[in-house]
């Protein structure tokens, strides 16, 4: 259920912009139809036979890749993590030209291709058919949320075709009233520029109060890596050297490690373990056994609040272990945030692209 007044309060306000000058439409819709074009030119057969040059191009071009000023980086992770280019490259063949239901295709790609989230999914879709398929991530998430949409999703599990269909048919209704409205809107490409906008008049770590709270094992496993797969992300955007499944001691194997050199001292690293559900115990005694090593300057635990809680509670009974807390909700703040800021920093095209590629 979508809140008709608040949508309208959005709608008029996005409208005067535009009449004021405030937002250029016409060169919106022109940057639009570039994408559409360059996205539909790779064919089934031309996305299964890409280049790695084309790759870096295809996925670096994707704003699901703003906050990667070195694209470079995340087009080899991905190739690396899903087996190479030719595996990844057909995975995605698949996912946007095979003949299985959608919901087959959806749930397929999601579990099987590494780095490649919904952003990504359905970024993808959007450019092959914006009328049928809206851009959806957590600054629509965050619009939706101000536009009255409950049971919004909030983690990667949470994105089951059915409701990223049920997403896809709210930015329908959105399109169809900017319409009613006077405002040229001839797809749902159109509405994710109208949902940025509508996503600046909100703080993004409080924008899905709505979202599920419980989470099954499976469904932990895959918010355990979603987690470390950001806190990662966040520190490559920072300038750290970073590695998930890092021995940084005897015994202490973490989740993942930011690192930097301090001019000929030395390294010194950040260490993290993400609790998602489970025993602390374990998480302690690893973060306890990071301390041997002297490179080490912080232990930091990311887990939601109450665990949050239950982590510091035991940890202070320790003598000696000082761990930093990191809540869930605050690391994907700042996990979008820094994609929105580096997005728009990019718009200035103050490093020329050649150069993030080297």
Not at 187 to 204: I, P, Q
Not at 219 to 230: A, G, P, Q, V, Y
Request: aromatic content about 10%.
């Amino acid at each position: 259920m979508m809140n008709r007044q608040i949508l309208q309060k959005y709608i008029d306000a996005y409208k005067k912009q535009i009449d004021t000058g405030v937002i250029d439409i016409k060169k919106e819709m022109e940057s639009r139809d570039e994408r559409v074009s360059f996205y539909r030119e790779y064919t089934k057969d031309k996305t299964e036979k890409i280049s790695y040059d084309d790759f870096t191009a295809y996925v670096g071009t994707l704003w699901a890749s703003l906050m990667y000023g070195n694209k470079k980086y995340i087009v080899d992770l991905m190739i690396e993590e899903n087996g190479g280019l030719e595996s990844i490259a057909k995975k995605i063949s698949s996912f946007l030209y095979g003949k299985e239901d959608f919901s087959k295709r959806w749930s397929t790609f999601l579990n099987d291709a590494s780095r490649f989230g919904p952003s990504y999914m359905s970024e993808l879709l959007c450019y092959l058919d914006p009328n049928e398929y809206a851009i959806t991530n957590s600054r629509v998430v965050a619009a939706l949320g101000i536009l009255g949409v409950e049971d919004l999703p909030k983690y990667k599990n949470h994105w089951t075709s059915k409701k990223y269909l049920e997403i896809c048919s709210v930015e329908k209704e959105i399109c169809k009233a900017m319409r009613e409205s006077g405002i040229e809107t001839e797809n749902l490409l159109a509405v994710d520029y109208f949902l940025w906008e509508v996503a600046k008049d909100k703080d993004l770590a409080t924008s899905n109060a709505h979202a599920e709270k419980k989470e099954s094992k499976e469904n932990s496993k895959t918010l355990h890596r979603e987690m470390i797969d950001k806190i990662i992300d966040i520190g490559n955007s920072l300038g750290f050297e970073t590695e998930d499944e890092v021995k940084v001691a005897k015994g202490a194997v973490v989740d993942a490690v930011w690192k930097v050199k301090i001019g000929n001292m030395g390294m010194i690293m950040y260490v993290f373990e993400v609790q998602s559900k489970g025993s602390i115990d374990s998480l302690i005694l690893n973060l306890q056994k990071s301390k041997n090593n002297p490179a080490v300057q912080r232990l930091i635990a990311v887990s939601d609040g109450k665990q949050l809680q239950d982590i510091k509670n035991e940890s202070e009974s320790i003598p000696g272990l000082n761990i930093v807390l990191w809540d869930f909700d605050e690391v994907n703040m700042v996990h979008e945030s820094l994609n929105t800021a580096f997005g728009i920093i990019n718009k200035l095209e103050l490093v020329p692209p050649d150069f993030h590629n080297n």
